[in-house]
C-alpha cells in the first residue's frame, strides 16, 4: 500500500498533504514552533504519496507563516476551552490535523468534519471516533450536519476554518456562517483568509507551478468587518496577522509590514454570532 492512499485525494482534498508534509519537517527541528507527533509518524511511514507536494517550491517564509497560522488556531482553541471546559469544538476540513490530541483537557467533545474522501484516510491513519471524539463525514456546506449536532443551542460551540475559505465562493461562506449563527446564538467561529490581492497572487503562481495541483482559490476578505454585514449580531472579537508576532524566522522579511498591500494579506479573524441564550 505504500505510496497509493494519497491516489484517491484530488482538488481541495489534496492540499491536506500541503500542511501536514510541512508540520512534519517543522517537527524536526530543535528549535520547533510547533511539535505535531503525529505529522511526524504519516510522513515516515510512507503511506501517502508527498511526490506532488515535494515538486512545489515553497518559500520558507511561506512555510514558517503557515506554522504560525497552525500555532494560533491551537491557542484560540485552548483559550476557548478555558472559557468553556466542556465546550463542543467542530474543526471544519480537518485534513490530517491531530490539534485534538493537542488541545484536549479531558473534557471537550470534539467533532472534526471534513470530505468523504478525506474522513477515509483519517480512520485509516488516525483512528475512528472513541468517547468525546467524534468525525463528520460530508461537505461542510451539506446542512444536515449541522441539524444533527445543534440539539441543544445553550451548549458553547467553537467552530475552527483552516485554510478552508478560500477555497470557495463568498455566497457559500456567507450562507454557512448565517446558518451557524442562526442554529448556535453566541457561539465563536474562527477562520484565516487571504486578502483579495493575495488570492489572485497564487492563483497566478498555481497557475504556473509545475506541480499542476487542481486547486483555485474563490474568495479573499478585503475588510474583517465586512463579515459583520452577513448577520445580524456578528461580532468581530479579534484579528491576527503573521506579522504582529516579533518572529525570529521572519526577520527576513519583517519589511512588509510597513507595505499596506503585503501587511495583510493573511489573517486569521475571530468573530461572535449573535447573543447566546439565557
Known amino acids: 500500500m505504500s505510496g497509493t492512499t494519497s491516489q484517491g485525494l484530488s482538488g481541495v482534498a489534496e492540499t491536506l498533504l500541503i500542511p501536514l508534509y510541512i508540520r512534519a519537517l517543522e517537527s524536526e527541528r530543535s528549535d520547533a514552533l510547533l511539535k505535531d507527533v503525529k505529522a511526524l509518524e504519516l510522513v515516515s511511514k510512507r503511506d501517502l504519496d508527498f511526490s506532488r507536494i515535494k515538486q512545489i517550491k515553497m518559500d520558507k517564509n511561506d512555510q514558517v507563516a503557515l506554522i504560525l497560522r497552525n500555532r494560533k488556531f491551537d491557542h484560540y482553541t485552548i483559550d476557548f476551552i478555558s472559557r468553556y471546559p466542556e465546550a463542543n469544538i467542530v474543526h471544519i476540513g480537518c485534513g490530517l490535523d491531530s490539534r485534538f490530541e493537542r488541545v484536549d483537557n479531558g ?17 485509516e491513519f488516525i483512528g475512528d471516533e472513541v468517547d468525546r471524539y467524534r468525525l463528520i463525514s460530508c461537505s461542510v456546506f451539506d446542512n444536515s450536519w449541522i441539524d444533527k449536532i445543534a440539539k441543544n443551542p445553550k451548549l458553547n460551540f467553537l467552530f475552527l476554518a483552516e485554510g478552508v475559505f478560500m477555497y470557495f465562493e463568498e455566497a457559500q461562506i456567507k450562507s454557512l456562517v448565517r446558518a451557524l449563527s442562526n442554529h448556535f446564538p453566541g457561539s465563536e467561529l474562527v477562520f484565516d483568509a487571504f486578502s483579495p490581492f493575495l488570492v489572485r497572487m497564487n492563483n497566478f503562481r498555481f497557475k504556473i507551478s509545475r506541480a499542476k495541483m487542481s486547486v483555485h482559490y474563490n474568495w479573499g476578505l478585503k475588510h474583517s468587518k465586512d463579515v459583520e454585514e452577513w ?35 493573511m489573517g486569521i479573524f475571530h468573530y461572535r454570532l449573535g447573543q447566546a441564550i439565557t
Open 107 to 123: 473534557q471537550i467533545v470534539w467533532y472534526d468534519l471534513d470530505l468523504p474522501e478525506v474522513i477515509k484516510i483519517r480512520k
Open 231 to 265: 448577520a445580524n449580531g456578528i461580532t468581530l472579537m479579534n484579528e491576527w496577522f503573521p506579522f504582529d508576532e516579533p518572529e525570529p524566522r521572519l526577520a527576513g522579511i519583517r519589511w512588509v509590514k510597513h507595505v499596506p498591500l503585503l501587511a495583510k494579506v
